[in-house]
């Protein structure tokens, strides 16, 4: 009888037996290490931690069944997907009437603000060379390592973190010729 795996979405949740072979072994440890990547997606989208665990538990169920194959970056496939189940489920109370009024805590000027800084941030990154363009979606945007990253890029972790400083450097010098100063640091390591 197969050893039962615990998997995304907390205690009251209940345990999915699966047989360990080859392939389910690396995704059972992708699904470890990145399991708060999902249910932090998850909960952006939804917006409650709740739901973001039951789309977590639905994800590593579905992924269970029929793993997927040559994965470049599980960090990548685990949010998208994340991402997309999350909008179903939104998608599906709408249709159903269940959903919730979307709660903002911010006032229209602040929010104008914030999308004039993406569009600012958006038309600094289009400035940059596709390989910084491509770090930096992997490090903020993906929410990469930099070891991740640099196993993608065949860069080690250190020039990874050397290339990020200099594109936040770059971006700075970009963005402070505009109006809006947007804050760069904070790269996971």
């Known amino acids: 009888m197969p050893n039962p795996i615990k998997v995304l979405g907390g205690s009251k949740r209940t345990t999915v ?26 909960a952006r989208v939804l917006g409650n931690m709740t739901d973001a665990q039951d789309v977590a538990q639905d994800l590593a169920e579905k992924l269970l069944r029929c793993p997927p194959r040559d994965v470049r970056s599980w960090p990548a496939l685990l949010k998208t997907m ?37 569009a600012a941030l958006r038309a600094a990154l289009d400035r940059l060379s596709r390989r910084d363009r491509q770090l930096f979606s992997f490090c903020y945007l993906a929410d990469m390592s930099h070891a991740d990253i640099g196993k993608q890029l065949d860069m080690n972790s250190n020039s990874v973190g050397v ?23 904070g790269a996971p390591s």
Request: glycine letters at 4%; proline letters at 6%.
């Open 17 to 42: 037996p699966i047989s360990r072979t080859k392939p389910d072994e690396e995704l059972i440890e992708a699904l470890n290490a990145h399991a708060g990547l999902i249910l932090r997606s998850a």
């Open 82 to 118: 994340a991402v997309n189940a999350a909008i179903d489920r939104c998608r599906r109370r709408k249709k159903q009437g269940d959903a919730p009024e979307p709660v903002t805590h911010h006032s229209p000027e602040t929010e104008l603000g914030r999308l004039e800084k993406a």
């Open 163 to 185: 290339a990020l400083h200099r594109i936040r450097q770059r971006l700075g010098a970009l963005l402070s010729n505009t109006e809006h100063q947007i804050d760069v640091e």
